[in-house]
Structures are given as C-alpha cells and as structure tokens.
C-alpha cells in the first residue's frame, strides 16, 4: 500500500524528474494538501477518478489511499511513467496509466470502451499550460448531463476566479464563467500557495469544484461560445458594437434576446447569453 512507497522527493530524484515549464509543471508534495484534494472529491470508492497531469504521483497516491475504486491517469510525460508504475505496483488492479495528450482523448469514448461504470470524477493538479482548455473541453460536451459528475481541479487563482465570477464581479467575468455557471454549479474551496509546489509558481493557486447541473438552460454550445468569444472580445463596447462580428444584424439579434443594445458583455448575466446563443442564427 502507499505505506510502502518512497518519499515523493525521493522518487523525483531516482528518476531525475525536474518539472519543465514547457509543460506546465508544478509538482506537488504536500501530504496534507494532496489528502485534501482527495477528500475533497469524495466519496470515491464507488468512483472513477479521472486524473490528468499526475507527474511522480503525489494526488494519485492521495486519490487511491482514499479508497478510489480506480484511477486513470492521463500523463504526457513519459518521463514520469516509471514511478507511477510504482505506485501501480502499491495499488494492484486499481490505477491504469494513459500516455498521451490529455487534450486529444475523447473521454467518453474512452470510457465506454473499458467499461466503466459508476460515478466518474473528475480530479487533477491541471498543468497551468493546458487547464483552461481541457476545462472548456469537458463544459461543451454536447451528451450532457456529461460523463463526470463532479470535477475538482487546481488553476492559478486567476483563473479560478474567472471560473467562478458572474457579472457581479465585472473583473472577472468573461467568456469563461459564462461557459462554466451555464452547465455547473461553481465554487472555489481553498487556496494553494506557491510554497506547496516544486518548483514553486510566481502565483497562488486554488482548488475548484464543478458540479453538472442536471438541467441547464437549453441551447447550443458552439453557438455560446460564439456569442461570447465575440462580446468579451471587445468587452468595453457596448453590445451593439461588440456583436457585429458575428456577421448578422446585433440589433436584430439583441432585441430578439430582450437585451438592450447599450449594455456591455459584462453587465449581462448567464441566461441573456443563452438567449443571445438561442437567437443566433446557424452559421
């Protein structure tokens, strides 16, 4: 069991695993944050846990000393394959290693191809270079209620309060917490700070949960992130400017939506972007 496996810092050493920063890599070593991580995307030992990024190990061990039925993990490094066999080795039968790009899998086909079944989660130390990709990726699914029924993931603070703000945080609102607060229920649950990683980033870190809605509004995930892209592309003009590089009259499509012309994206809250998205003709 994980009793038996060396200390992180030790594993990182035997196999000279130096975080690159061409892949987005902060290693984390804390105990007591990993568990926390974990514990977080609890209950898991009914669960598949979805983990990208792993690196030596250290939230896998976490995931799988608190119960995870099964961990996938999804690492691009090859660099780090051999430790994680070491942790495979500590967990027989409990964590299948998947090398390759995180952000060319298609997961539900994955998923079904090995039969899993049972809640799938979710649950990753996101290497900062790809996070926010992958994030959009996994809300526009086009099956939904989606594949995972609960994500729980690390970003730069920045990020995960763009995640989670709505237009009452004009800041940070944007294209991004459109797209998450339309399909899940969003909130940040504890800061990280740089100290925790190797090495350690110039920023703080947070971890964030992301609950499917069972029903969100209807409407079309590309058509939202047109109407977004478009209206948080140029956020300090007022609608009826910032629309008209969708190639149709605003005017038309923003009385069509109830919104008035002379607002600006971010004084417009989720469901006017549902009916913006809605009122969009096909392109």
């Known amino acids: 069991m994980s009793e038996s496996l060396p200390p992180l810092r030790e594993v990182v050493a035997k196999y000279e695993l130096n975080a690159k920063k061409s892949l987005g890599q902060n290693f984390l070593f804390d105990l007591n944050l990993t568990g926390r991580i974990a514990r977080a995307a609890g209950p898991l030992d009914e669960a598949t846990v979805i983990e990208i990024g792993p690196g030596p190990g250290g939230l896998t061990r976490a995931l799988l000393a608190h119960g995870a039925k099964r961990v996938i993990a999804v690492e691009r490094d090859d660099r780090c394959l051999a430790a994680l066999e070491e942790v495979s080795a500590a967990f027989p039968d409990r964590l299948e290693l998947v090398p390759g790009d995180a952000l060319a899998l298609d997961y539900p086909a994955f998923l079904a191809e090995r039969g899993v079944s049972g809640p799938v989660r979710i649950c990753a130390n996101l290497p900062y270079n790809i ?15 989606p594949f995972y029924d609960r994500m729980v993931l690390m970003f730069q603070r920045e990020v995960a309060e763009r995640i989670v703000a709505g237009p009452e945080r004009r800041a940070d609102y944007g294209r991004l917490g459109v797209l998450a607060n339309w399909r899940c229920e969003t909130r940040i649950l504890f800061d990280v700070p740089p100290a925790a990683f190797t090495p350690p980033p110039k920023v703080t870190s947070s971890v964030v949960e992301l ?19 478009a209206a948080f592309g140029q956020r300090r003009k007022m609608l009826r400017q910032a629309l008209k590089g969708l190639g149709v009259d605003p005017l038309a499509l923003l009385e069509a939506a109830g919104i008035e012309p002379t607002r600006r994206a971010e004084e417009v809250p989720v469901e006017g972007f549902v009916a913006l998205a809605r009122a969009l003709p096909p392109p």
């Open 211 to 229: 609950r499917p809605r069972e029903k969100p509004l209807d409407c079309d995930a590309a058509a939202l992130e047109r109407v977004t892209a």
């Open 131 to 145: 996070g926010t990709p992958l994030l959009v990726g996994w809300l526009t699914q086009q099956v939904w209620p």
